[in-house]
Every structure is written in C-alpha cells, then in structure tokens.
C-alpha cells in the first residue's frame, strides 16, 4: 500500500511562491510517474504537472508552463511543485498522484492509482 503525503501549501499573495512537496510511504517511487492535480472550489481537478519515473521527462498545464516546476528526489522518495508568480486562479487544493509501477506520466487522473490528501493553496489578490 501507497501513502502519499502533501504539504507546503498556505496562504499567500498575487506573485508570490510556494513550493509543494509529496512524500511517499509504503513503497519507493523511483519506478513510478507523479502528478500534481487541482482542484478549485465548484471545479473540477484538473491537471498541473507530471514526471517520468527518472525525473527526464515532465508535462506542464499551458496555464502554469513557466512559473510552476516538477521534480523529483527518488532518494526521498518525495516529488516537489515549485509555484513562481502565483495568481488567485491558482488558489486551489492541490493533490499529488502516483502510477503504480508505471514510468511515463499521463495528464489524466483516470491513470493514477494513488492520490494524497491534498493541501490547500489560497493566493489573494
């Protein structure tokens, strides 16, 4: 059985950062994809990134491409969200999601086997 933990979400203002952080229990991650998903109030969870089970390859919403960043320390079996420039349309909770045994990342969260908890990320404006 899988554990996936978030944190590092919080409250904070238009342009800011934060930096989400998903660590995984009961398993190691190095031969399994991760996503990051969200989901705003009266939305849908939608898709924000992915990572291949090396760290080589990630996939990015065209609406956080060039202020969010993906990665991965297979070592501390936790994947990480970099969020630059923040804007309140990010404010969302936000999931972190694993393919069980599977190396490519996928933008959909039909294929994700596991899923944390979720943490909130609250951007004022």
């Known amino acids: 059985q899988v554990q996936l933990v978030e944190s590092g979400g919080g409250l904070v203002q238009t342009g800011g950062s934060l930096r989400l952080s998903c660590a995984a229990s009961?398993?190691?991650?190095?031969?399994?994809?991760m996503g990051w998903f969200r989901q705003a109030p009266g939305k849908e969870r939608a898709f924000v990134a992915a990572i291949d089970w090396s760290g080589s390859t990630t996939r990015y919403n065209d609406s956080v491409k060039g202020r969010f960043t993906i990665s991965r320390d297979n070592a501390k079996n936790t994947v990480y969200l970099q969020m630059n420039s923040l804007k309140p349309e990010d404010t969302a909770v936000y999931y972190c999601?694993?393919?069980?045994?599977?190396?490519?990342?996928?933008?959909?969260?039909?294929?994700?086997?596991?899923w944390g908890q979720g943490t909130q990320v609250t951007v004022s404006s």
């Open positions: 999601a694993l393919r069980h045994g599977v190396g490519v990342s996928s933008w959909f969260e039909t294929e994700y086997h596991y």
């Open positions: 009961g398993r190691t991650l190095s031969s399994s994809a």
